[in-house]
């Protein structure tokens, strides 16, 4: 008797697991908003111009060459 009592559990819990699963429907196509491909209106259409990545080096090499007044550097 108890044997067929935790077989008809069983049942039931898998029988409830499966119809929740089948509720869902089918798995969504699209990926999460994190994880999605960018499309071409999703971009902005402004471009703003690239900064030089060495502008503050040169900045910075031009002020201590203007402080050395033609001090050789190289030597």
């Known amino acids: 008797m108890r044997l067929v ?3 008809s559990a069983l049942i ?12 869902q429907g089918s798995p969504s196509r699209e990926a999460p908003v994190g994880h999605r491909q960018p499309k071409a209106g ?9 900064s030089d990545p060495n502008k503050k080096l040169k900045e910075l090499d031009d002020a201590l060459a203007k402080k050395l007044k033609g001090i050789c550097r190289g030597c």
Do not use: G, I, R, Y
């Not at 039931?12 to 509720?23: I, K, M, P």
């Not at 999703?42 to 690239?50: A, C, G, K, Y």
């Open 5 to 7: 009592v935790v077989a």
């Open 42 to 50: 999703d971009v902005p259409q402004e471009q703003q111009p690239l």
């Open 12 to 23: 039931l819990v898998t029988a409830c697991n499966w119809t929740s699963a089948l509720a």
